[in-house]
């Protein structure tokens, strides 16, 4: 059974090109292109293609925002990004719009038709470069990313304050609230961290750098 495909890119020269390349391999059929993005949505919708390759940079809707209506109306379809951006921000822009491969237009014939046959199968597939990039993120320190996400805000300041070593009246007065509103909060700060009291909830919170201000 073929794979199915189709091409959303706003360069023509593009799209005829992997038509081109697609048609040279038995196995892989062109069954639409598409322009736009909103073109590349409606295509995915209408002929449920086994793959959507996608360029970032296009017109109406960005790429990005088509990886991401697609994922909304038709799941089944993997969008396998094709593009020039290697910038951080397009790459994990687009997995987490749903992208289920990434592939920079510089690589080589084979490995476009090997991203394809690999996304079509339910696989994840990115270029060398993006793979790298993604590891050295994912493995690297999150300066942006709050200690104890897992809290709401508010959930947050109580936790501070608790490994500043104020107790529930202190915390009450300090933040405006009702004392029986911090009892709530540390509840379910506890919940949240898996801890059996005060005491241990205040060793992770210092842990984390939290109670110093």
């Given at each position: ?157 109580v936790l ?7 107790g529930n009246?202190?915390i009450a ?41």
């Amino acid at each position: 059974m073929n794979v199915r495909i189709v091409v959303a890119d706003d360069h023509g020269i593009v799209r005829e090109g992997l038509g081109a390349l697609l048609s040279a391999h038995h196995g892989y059929e062109l069954v639409g292109t598409a322009a736009t993005g909103a073109e590349a949505v409606r295509a995915a919708v209408t002929l449920r293609p086994d793959v959507l390759v996608m360029d970032i940079q296009m017109p109406d809707l960005t790429g990005i925002e088509a990886t991401r209506e697609i994922a909304k109306a038709a799941p089944e379809v993997a969008v396998l990004m094709l593009t020039m951006f290697d910038d951080d921000e397009s790459v994990f822009a687009a997995m987490r719009a749903g992208a289920r491969g990434y592939v920079l237009k510089g690589a080589a014939p084979d490995n476009v038709i090997r991203a394809i046959a690999a996304v079509s199968a339910g696989e994840a597939i990115f270029g060398p470069g993006v793979a790298r990039r993604a590891l050295s993120y994912l493995s690297g320190p999150r300066p942006d990313q709050p200690a104890f996400p897992e809290l709401t805000p508010r959930e947050r300041e109580v936790l501070d304050l608790i490994a500043s070593g104020l107790g529930n009246a202190a915390i009450a007065g300090r933040l405006g609230l009702a004392p029986a509103t911090v009892g709530n909060h540390i509840t379910n700060i506890f919940a949240k961290l898996q801890v059996a009291g005060r005491a241990e909830a205040i060793i992770r919170a210092r842990t984390a750098g939290l109670g110093e201000g």
